[in-house]
């Protein structure tokens, strides 16, 4: 099930054979050390996996979904777009992407991607977003499209964390 396009990329429900991805996901600690998060254990990935591959439509704004993001034409799984809702019960959108598509543009291109499937196809009014004030990638891309509204100590990953927010009506007046 096909949930969004954007010029390049495809996101999707997961399919049995993204798992080996998905767990790189989790699991690398070159993707985890930007986060920082510790890597899951296999029986963490196992009910993670099992549980995206359940998602629905209806699930995207209401719980944590991680969604499958694949170049157009291609197979291998990516990384994943990640629709969450933060301690406030607000959407949030995060994604991680594999360390072999870093420095493409794929961050950029899927963080757009997602403000415009919350804000066009959900009617979101306000999306959110997280990042480690050291994960200088995210956060350049976050400055291009969102508002820095706080940072906070994250007692569980043990950073400093910058919240970002974007309210549907400043996304429209910035497509005009």
């Given at each position: 099930m096909i949930i969004f396009e954007t010029e390049?990329?495809?996101?999707?429900?997961?399919e049995p054979a993204d798992k080996e991805y998905f767990a790189e996901?989790?699991?690398?600690p070159k993707v985890l050390a930007p986060i920082p998060q510790k890597a899951f254990t296999e029986s963490e990935i196992n009910d993670r996996f099992t549980k995206s591959m359940r998602l629905t439509l209806n699930d995207i704004d209401k719980q944590k979904c991680a969604c499958g993001i694949?170049?157009?034409?291609?197979?291998?799984?990516?990384?994943?777009?990640?629709?969450?809702?933060?301690?406030?019960?607000?959407?949030?959108?995060?994604?991680?992407?594999?360390?072999?598509?870093w420095g493409k543009g794929f961050g950029t291109e899927i963080a757009i991607g997602m403000l415009e499937f919350y804000f066009d196809v959900l009617n979101i009014k306000k999306v959110t977003a997280d990042v480690n004030i050291g994960n200088t990638a995210s956060v350049k891309i976050l400055d291009k499209l969102m508002t820095p509204v706080k940072e906070f100590f994250n007692e569980r990953d043990n950073c400093t964390?910058?919240?970002?927010?974007?309210?549907?009506?400043?996304?429209?007046?910035?497509?005009?």
């Open positions: 390049r990329l495809a996101v999707r429900r997961l996901l989790f699991t690398d694949f170049e157009k034409g291609n197979t291998k799984m990516i990384g994943l777009a990640l629709f969450l809702l933060n301690e406030n019960n607000e959407n949030e959108l995060g994604y991680r992407v594999r360390p072999k598509y964390d910058r919240r970002y927010e974007l309210e549907k009506k400043n996304w429209l007046k910035q497509r005009l």
